[in-house]
C-alpha cells in the first residue's frame, strides 16, 4: 500500500517527466506511457494521481505560476520601496520563474490562446500582486518622484522587459553576438531595472 509520502514521490516524479514530453512534443503530442516509462511507474498510476493528460498538463502549469504567487507572498507584499520591488520581481523572473524546460510549453500555451493561463492570471490578480504594483507606481506619481505614465502600462513593459530575453534567448544571442548568455543573464536583472527606473522617473 502506497503511503502518502511515495504518493508524493510518484507523484513529482510523473510531473518532472510530464514537464520534459509536454515541452518536447506538446499537449497533443505527449504520450502517457512515455511518461509513465520515463517516471518509473506504471499508466494507472499516471491516472490515480491526474485525472487525464489534459489535467496533468494543467497541472504542470499551475505549478509552474504558483512560484510567482508564492514568491509575492513571502517576498513582496511587505516591500514598499519600488526600487526594491521590481529589483526583487526582476531577480525572480531571471532565476527561478522560466525554466528552459517550460518554455516550450509556455510558447505552445500561448499560441493556442492561452486559455489555462488567463484563468491562472485571473485568480493571480483577484489575489492583489497587480494591485500592489500598481498601486507603488501611481503612488509614486502623486508624489512627483515618477512621471505621469499609464501603471498598465509600465508594468507590461516591465513584464516584457524581463520575459522577452528568457524565452528568446537563442535568437537574441545569435543576432546580438552574446557569448556568454550566463554573464548577460546574471546582469539582466540590473539592467532591467535601470532601463525601467530612469524611463519612469520624472526628470
Do not use: C
Request: charged residues 30%.
Amino acid at each position: 500500500m502506497e503511503n502518502k509520502r511515495d504518493r508524493k514521490n510518484s507523484a513529482d516524479l510523473i510531473i518532472k517527466a510530464a514537464t520534459e514530453e509536454f515541452s518536447k512534443f506538446g499537449l497533443a503530442g505527449a504520450r502517457i506511457d512515455r511518461i509513465a516509462k520515463l517516471a518509473g511507474v506504471n499508466k494507472a498510476m499516471i491516472y490515480y494521481h491526474f485525472r487525464s493528460k489534459e489535467q496533468l498538463y494543467q497541472t504542470i502549469i499551475e505549478q509552474h505560476f504558483d512560484k510567482l504567487r508564492h514568491f509575492f507572498k513571502e517576498r513582496m507584499i511587505w516591500l514598499d520601496n519600488p526600487e526594491d520591488i521590481f529589483h526583487n520581481l526582476a531577480e525572480f523572473y531571471n532565476s527561478q520563474f522560466i525554466s528552459p524546460i517550460f518554455i516550450p510549453i509556455l510558447l505552445r500555451e500561448i499560441a493556442s490562446g492561452g486559455e489555462i493561463i488567463k484563468k491562472i492570471f485571473a485568480q493571480f490578480m483577484a489575489e492583489g500582486p497587480v494591485h500592489k504594483l500598481r498601486s507603488v507606481i501611481e503612488n509614486s506619481i502623486e508624489q512627483g518622484s515618477f512621471r505621469n505614465i499609464d501603471s498598465r502600462q509600465a508594468i507590461a513593459s516591465f513584464i516584457g522587459m524581463n520575459l522577452y530575453y528568457l524565452i528568446m534567448s537563442p535568437l537574441v544571442n545569435n543576432i546580438l553576438e552574446i557569448k556568454d548568455e550566463k554573464d548577460f543573464r546574471e546582469k539582466r536583472p540590473e539592467a532591467i531595472v535601470d532601463l525601467f527606473f530612469n524611463g519612469i522617473k520624472a526628470k
